[in-house]
């Protein structure tokens, strides 16, 4: 081999070399970046996953599962850290005193459904299902003045804390779904009046919502959409209509509804 030769042959060995560095090193940091990755998961019902069945014994009353979204996330994405403190019947209030815990500053994602039963969902389902059209359509207008006066100041507080606690983290909001298909496959129970009631509460809700997560500097990620052709009604629901066995599943996503619904929604976002 000539001396012109055998430099080129060093020369590219050593690029060659240099090149498996670089990419090898390039390799240990992507999955060192993977490997720190930490996501908490907050929130209430439509968080912890209730209505979709295979609840965890240990979260009591929270009623967490592996079907719920942040679950179903984590277990495709594999991040080093997964809390989840959602909780079934959580307010604001019940988010500060019990669900921050593991944020902190290396936490890098994370969710959130909060504020419908601080507008008092429950008990607007509950006026509707057992009285007239007008004391539920009165019912919803109760709850949407109470969005309007002081659901954003306790939205307020939740995401200040969470921005306090993870100020490094990517914050996705998500919202709710609207729970009737008009004029659908419904020929009893609430009058179209009330659905449609229901559904403009739906809206306005997700509509204060929206503003406050943004206004923090948050991405709200809307599921109306997906879950459009799936409502109550429709034939192909993916929301649990009144189930007086299991009242507490009544108006939440099903198993698919979490899966097909919420997931990609989520996924899309995160």
Not at 29 to 42: E, K, M, N, P, T
Not at 46 to 55: A, I, K, P, R, T
Not at 70 to 95: E, I, K, N, Y
Not at 227 to 253: K, M, R
Request: a neutral charge; one cysteine or more; aromatic letters at 10%.
């Amino acid at each position: 081999m000539s001396m012109r030769l055998s430099r080129f042959a060093t020369l590219t060995s050593a690029l060659l070399l240099a090149a498996g560095a670089a990419l090898f090193g390039a390799g240990q940091a992507a999955a060192s970046a993977q490997a720190d990755f930490g996501y908490v998961a907050l929130g209430d019902s439509y968080s912890s996953g209730v209505g979709s069945g295979n609840y965890d014994s240990g979260s009591g009353d929270c009623k967490r599962t592996s079907r719920a979204y942040p679950a179903l996330w984590a277990a495709a994405h594999s991040p080093q850290t997964f809390s989840f403190t959602a909780c079934s019947g959580a307010r604001t209030g019940d988010v500060l005193s019990g669900q921050l815990g593991p944020l902190n500053s290396g936490t890098d994602l994370v969710s959130i459904t909060i504020g419908g039963n601080d507008a008092g969902f429950s008990d607007v389902m509950t006026t509707c299902v057992l009285q007239s059209e007008s004391t539920c359509v009165s019912r919803v207008n109760q709850a949407k003045a109470y969005v309007d006066s002081t659901l954003p100041g306790q939205l307020d507080q939740v995401y200040n804390a969470i921005s306090a606690r993870a100020p490094a983290a990517h914050v996705v909001v998500l919202g709710y779904p609207r729970f009737y298909q008009l004029n659908g496959s419904c020929v009893a129970g609430l009058s179209e009046g009330e659905r449609s009631a229901i559904n403009g509460a739906a809206d306005y809700l997700n509509a204060a919502i929206a503003k406050r997560a943004a206004n923090h500097g948050f991405t709200f990620a809307s599921v109306t959409s997906a879950f459009t052709g799936h409502e109550i009604c429709s034939g192909s629901a993916w929301l649990h209509s009144l189930n007086w066995a299991n009242i507490g599943e009544s108006y939440h996503p099903t198993a698919t509804g979490q899966s097909s619904g919420y997931l990609p929604v989520f996924t899309g976002k995160a």
